[in-house]
Nanobody, 124 residues
Framework: QVQLVESGGGSVQAGGSLRLSCAASGDAISKYCMAWFRQIPGKEREGVALLYRSGSRTYKYDSVKGRFTISRDNLKNTLYLQMDSLKPEDTAMYYC?????????????????WGQGTQVTVSS
């Protein structure tokens, strides 16, 4: 089965950039729906961005469109989230997730495999 490990989080000023990485092992991420979620303590986990198995179709949460880009490197078996123009409201724990569901969505319930999370903090 696939195992996921996130990295790249940290603290930045508003307007700054970060690139999150999700290194996968045990299986090829091209076989899965791959997504980034984020969660603030006490709040529901929300889908941020989705990459379909084809790698050519994506979904992005409305609030991050134009600022975040999801992509993958099949050779490195790694998923990325490039985050630009960061805002304080982007502060959260970010999680990488994978699903073998027949239909890829950002519904948290279809994701079976999760990373441990990486913290992103954006200061105003």
């Amino acid at each position: 089965q696939v195992q996921l490990v996130e990295s790249g989080g940290g603290s930045v000023q508003a307007g700054g950039s970060l690139r999150l990485s999700c290194a996968a092992s045990g299986d090829a991420i091209s076989k899965y729906c791959m997504a980034w979620f984020r969660q603030i303590p006490g709040k529901e986990r929300e889908g941020v961005a989705l990459l379909y198995r084809s790698g050519s179709r994506t979904y992005k949460y409305d609030s991050v469109k134009g600022r975040f880009t999801i992509s993958r490197d099949n050779l490195k078996n790694t998923l990325y989230l490039q985050m630009d123009s960061l805002k304080p409201e982007d502060t959260a724990m970010y999680y990488c997730a994978a699903s073998k569901a027949a239909v890829c969505t950002v519904g948290v319930g279809i994701y079976n495999y999760w990373g441990q999370g990486t913290q992103v903090t954006v200061s105003s």
